[in-house]
């Protein structure tokens, strides 16, 4: 093995061969396992979301595959019908072209291109992280296939009743010019200003006093509304008001959805314009009128005076003519949610469109049904929460979109507009009994992506076909995903698992949190705050890093803000960790469901870690190659350490399951990291060295040290292969064979079990007396400030004769580990020189000072750290004490100094008992 650990120099070497020998398609005889990827957009890069996401995925995939499971990891990606053609358009507007220019056929086609060509970037990343996919099988959901399967699923819906053409409210990009969902709308807090209306009464006899964010949607009122308590407008309700800028008549009404706190309780009605002022108006039966364009200026319904104009400029123009006619009574600054498209950053309308629709609430009944009745579970439970109350207050979804890229809607139009829906226009003619000389249109629209991607459980196994994937692999086992996508994607798949499979689509919703920030604020480009997995693994220089994340801003002028926190929080860049490091950190943070902080302290952590691990298998190597490492039937004779670390070793093994079972990645972390560095590295190579190192130990005993060296190592290295799967390939092709391992990759071996026979209580106990002992030594040795390889005498008082046999056993290790020079058996009466004194429970061990320490000297040293941490002390007393400082401060500033303050404090305690100790010999 090369002296130093690096990973670029094995990471990719073992992904290609993996891939290359078909180490990721389904092999194993037992049970189907079977983990559908969130499919990420084909323009997508890897972000910290996925790089966590698939690093959780990843660890369940080669746990199960190391089980013997048939597992399979679907590969594949999502056709993204807005971020795609905006890509694409992008391209063209720089050739000075437009995709009208060239047609719907020549754009799709382009687009199919820039695909084959550029599409797909993240399934390249995903290889970086190990993600063990099952690349063979990969699909997209524009696939023939899976276009095949959206088709059939529209078509039944349809011929059921589920599926219908509306016109309803809908959030409208007017920039991009289609509907779009929920997820893709961005509100934001934006300081705006609330301008307070006089609204004439009808009869001249007085007015009432309406505030609104958007002056301009005043021109589509309908109604004016106030709440039906409110005692100020009982006399007003069924009144009219006279519409200012227009010719209308609009009436007072009384609906319960009015606040009467919020301005003066009084709330113009625009159904076309507002979601909940269309509910309003739904209750009450009031007209709509829509105001706007696509592209959200104002229409022939406006007044005159203000059509065509831009919807900002409509504002202005709307302000001025309401103050010209003295109905302007005030204007307050007032900060407000702005709803953007995450993808052109405008300002979405709620617009009423003629859209297509699914009925959904006779889906969401049987899956309600499935989660009640634990068909399948929610991890953590508490997110089965968050799915009902979605669900059974479900609305209909608007499935279609003004794009040209995505499946196309099955639907054909006649001259006098009316519509038939089936799986080509041929089967229209068919169905309908249409002649051919019959002009038929096809819907423009195409469908919402979460269309397609509601399929995706069963659609990339083969349906609407019977393969045997599909037989052997649904429902799948379980679904790893974000909780902001649970109705959005999780709810569908579940809807149309139902009722096209007649059984759900996974057993398991394992629902994990979001990667912040150190500080716990979310990633964003805006807060210059975004970390790239590929950057944490192969580093990059600070110069390269300011670049990139100039290139990424959305807004140029916030660059000089953006550079300066890089600068300060980066002032090196970034250095390499490599894969195996981030991916342990990322399991090691993954707590049941909550949102994850990203130290870059917890991966630098984390690649010492993959150091030890690297610099313990070369011990290891160096001492067990070209050796006799006991196998086959060679006797072999085991010293308690042996007999103590194959015990914890099963204990581990009997954890590990257990935990990643259940989803506990940080726990299955801890223990891997506690075990491999403080039980194997840190102890019982030590101790395996004493018995290698000892020239009157048996050929037996030797030989079994080297067994338990290699067999320990061997096994800790499968246990952590599914989070770290680079480096220990990389040992265990090396180690496996001295420890008797076949196979051409630890990929494929038996992921370890525990043996409870060899669970040995008795030998953990004696090793736990012997470590005890070892480190009280090493206590004193420290606290004393007594050179670590100097020998020391020991003197044992309030011992028992099974102490006094133990230490007989176990000198070796004991004499060794603690640099003994010679240990004295005191009877209870008997006085003990001065010494530094430890406690072994009733028993103490004395080390005799004299000649071991400068006792004024050390006391001298003390007295100089007391000294400096209590001046430490006192200026973090002294900031907190500033009322000012507690008031203004970050509160994770604040909680940093008590930290401070309660770390000095525990260690003056110690310093201080140090030096009392001392004074007192």
């Avoid at 073992?14 to 092999?27: C, I, M, V």
């Avoid at 507007?93 to 599409?119: C, M, P, T, Y």
């Avoid at 390249?124 to 696939?143: P, Y």
């Avoid at 030998?763 to 004193?780: D, T, Y």
Wanted: charged share 25%; hydrophobic share 40%; net charge negative.
């Amino acid at each position: 093995m090369d002296k130093s650990y690096d990973p670029h120099s094995i990471e990719q070497r073992w992904y290609t061969q993996w891939e290359a020998r078909g180490h990721f398609k389904p092999q194993g005889e037992g049970q189907p396992y079977c983990i559908m990827i969130p499919p990420p957009n084909v323009t997508g890069t890897l972000h910290m979301g996925h790089a966590f996401q698939d690093t959780l995925m990843d660890t369940l995939i080669r746990y199960h595959r190391m089980r013997g499971d048939n597992t399979l990891w679907q590969a594949g990606s999502d056709h993204a019908g807005i971020a795609t053609q905006m890509v694409v358009e992008r391209q063209l507007n720089a050739e000075g072209l437009n995709r009208h220019d060239l047609g719907r056929e020549a754009f799709v086609e382009r687009i199919w291109q820039w695909k084959a060509e550029s599409g797909g970037n993240i399934t390249h990343q995903l290889r970086r992280m190990g993600a063990s996919l099952d690349w063979s099988r990969e699909r997209f959901t524009m696939d023939e296939g899976l276009s095949k399967a959206v088709q059939e699923v529209f078509v039944r819906l349809h011929e059921e009743g589920l599926i219908y053409r509306g016109k309803r409210l809908v959030n409208w990009d007017p920039v991009l010019h289609t509907a779009i969902s929920d997820l893709e709308v961005v509100s934001e807090e934006e300081q705006g200003q609330l301008w307070h209306f006089r609204y004439p009464l009808a009869e001249g006899d007085g007015y009432l006093v309406v505030a609104t964010t958007r002056p301009e949607t005043m021109l589509g009122d309908t109604a004016v509304a106030v709440h039906p308590a409110d005692a100020r407008y009982q006399d007003m309700i069924g009144r009219s008001i006279r519409l200012p800028l227009t010719d209308r008549l609009i009436p007072i009404i009384a609906d319960e959805y009015v606040d009467p706190e919020f301005g003066t309780g009084c709330l113009k009605i625009t159904p076309a314009h507002d979601f909940n002022d269309y509910a309003v108006g739904q209750r009450h039966d009031l007209p709509i009128i829509n105001i706007f364009t696509p592209d959200a200026h104002l229409n022939d319904l406006a007044p005159d005076a203000f059509q065509g104009l831009d919807r900002l400029d409509a504002r202005k123009r709307v302000v001025a003519a309401m103050k010209a006619l003295g109905l302007l009574e005030k204007i307050d600054d007032h900060k407000l949610m702005v709803p953007r498209g995450d993808r052109s950053g405008a300002v979405i309308e709620p617009y009423l469109t003629d859209q297509w629709y699914v009925k959904a609430a006779p889906l969401a009944e049987p899956a309600i049904r499935a989660v009640e009745d634990g068909r399948i579970r929610f991890i953590p439970d508490n997110w089965s929460k968050t799915y009902f109350e979605w669900m059974r207050n479900i609305e209909d979804w608007c499935i279609s979109r003004q794009l040209w890229w995505g499946h196309r809607i099955p639907a054909w139009y006649d001259a006098d507009g009316n519509i038939y829906v089936a799986r080509s226009e041929a089967e229209v003619r068919e169905k309908y009994g249409l002649a051919d000389t019959l002009a038929l249109r096809q819907d423009e629209d195409v469908l919402d992506t979460w269309f397609s991607s509601a399929l995706w459980p069963f659609s990339t196994l083969g349906w609407p076909d019977d393969t045997a994937e599909l037989k052997r692999y649904y429902p799948t086992s379980v679904l790893v995903t974000g909780f902001d996508i649970i109705f959005f994607w999780v709810a569908r798949m579940v809807m149309m698992g139902l009722k096209f499979m007649g059984d759900v689509p996974f057993r398991e919703v394992y629902v994990h949190g979001l990667v912040r920030d150190a500080e716990g604020q979310k990633m964003s480009k805006s807060k210059g705050n975004v970390l790239d997995p590929l950057d944490l693994i192969d580093g990059i220089p600070l110069e390269d890093l300011l670049a990139k994340r100039a290139r990424g801003l959305m807004q140029p002028h916030m660059a000089e803000r953006i550079d300066a926190t890089t600068r300060k929080e980066f002032p090196d860049g970034i250095a390499a960790f490599g894969t195996d490091a981030l991916r342990f950190t990322f399991a090691a943070l993954a707590t049941t469901g909550r949102d994850i902080r990203f130290d870059l302290g917890r991966i630098e952590g984390n690649r010492n870690f993959c150091n030890k691990l690297w610099n313990a298998a070369r011990y290891v190597l160096m001492n067990t190659e070209a050796q006799d490492t006991g196998l086959g039937d060679t006797p072999v004779e085991l010293s308690l350490a042996d007999h103590w670390v194959i015990s914890r070793l099963q204990r581990l093994e009997q954890e590990a399951a257990t935990q990643i079972e259940a989803y506990r990645f940080d726990l299955l972390a801890r223990a891997l990291y506690d075990f491999t560095w403080h039980i194997y590295c840190d102890w019982y190579l030590e101790l395996a060295k004493t018995v290698l190192t000892d020239e009157t130990a048996s050929v037996t005993a030797q030989r079994g040290t080297r067994r338990t060296l290699v067999r320990v190592l061997e096994a800790v290295l499968r246990l952590i292969h599914p989070i770290m799967p680079y480096i220990t390939e990389e040992i265990w092709q090396q180690v496996a064979p001295l420890a008797g391992e076949t196979g051409d990759t630890i990929l494929l071996r038996l992921y370890p079990e525990c043996d409870s026979t060899l669970i040995d209580a008795a030998a953990e106990a004696e090793m736990e007396w012997v470590q005890q002992f070892i480190l009280s030594i090493r206590r004193i040795r420290s606290e004393m400030d007594i050179a670590p390889g100097r020998p020391v005498p020991v003197l044992v008082q309030g011992h028992d004769e099974i102490e006094q046999l133990r230490y007989k056993t176990h000198r070796g290790f004991i004499d060794s580990l603690a640099r003994l020079s010679d240990v004295q058996w005191l009877s209870a009466d008997e006085t003990a020189p001065e010494a530094a004194t430890a406690l072994l429970g009733d028993t103490r061990l004395l080390i005799p000072l004299a000649g071991l320490i400068d006792k004024e000297a050390e006391l001298a040293r003390l007295n100089k750290e007391i000294a400096k941490l209590e001046n430490g002390l006192a200026q973090c007393q002294a900031k907190l004490a500033n009322e000012n400082f507690v008031a203004r401060a970050p509160e994770a500033v604040v909680e940093q100094e008590r930290g401070r303050v309660r770390d000095m404090d525990t260690a003056l305690a110690q310093l201080r008992e140090q030096a009392a100790r001392i004074q007192a010999l």
